[in-house]
């Protein structure tokens, strides 16, 4: 609600992370994080997947937690952050095809929790 009354008659939007840094988060924590957020104001938010189901290659699982987010993010802007720091080529082309099919609006890269692991060894 803060950011939503600062930035009233701007041209900023309010955007969040959801499930961050790591995307470990259960999928209803993280609808509710969105909920949450598009109810204080949010209009946009990013969303990073859980790298382990993906891993683990339950694609189900990755696709309907995506879409659970998009669905409560209510016609807002998800982007579906998918970590490629952490993955492999073909987990990279699966991820983005599962966020394509679940309606994310948008694809990143990074939170940047991979890049920071990688700066502290």
Known sequence: MFAKKRLEGSDVKVCTVIGFPLGQNTTDTKVS???????????????????????????????????????????????????????????????TRLSCEAGADRIGTSAGAAIMADANQ
């Not at 339950?58 to 970590?83: F, L, N, P, Q, S």
Request: contains cysteine; aromatic residues 4%; proline residues 0%.
């Open 33 to 95: 994080e969105t909920v949450d957020a598009y109810e204080n104001g949010c209009v946009e938010f990013d969303m990073v997947i859980n790298v382990g189901k993906l891993k683990d290659g339950d694609t189900d699982y990755v696709r309907d937690e995506i879409a659970a987010v998009v669905a409560a993010a209510e016609g807002k802007t998800v982007k579906v952050i998918i970590e490629t720091g952490l993955l492999t080529d073909e987990e990279k082309a699966t991820a």
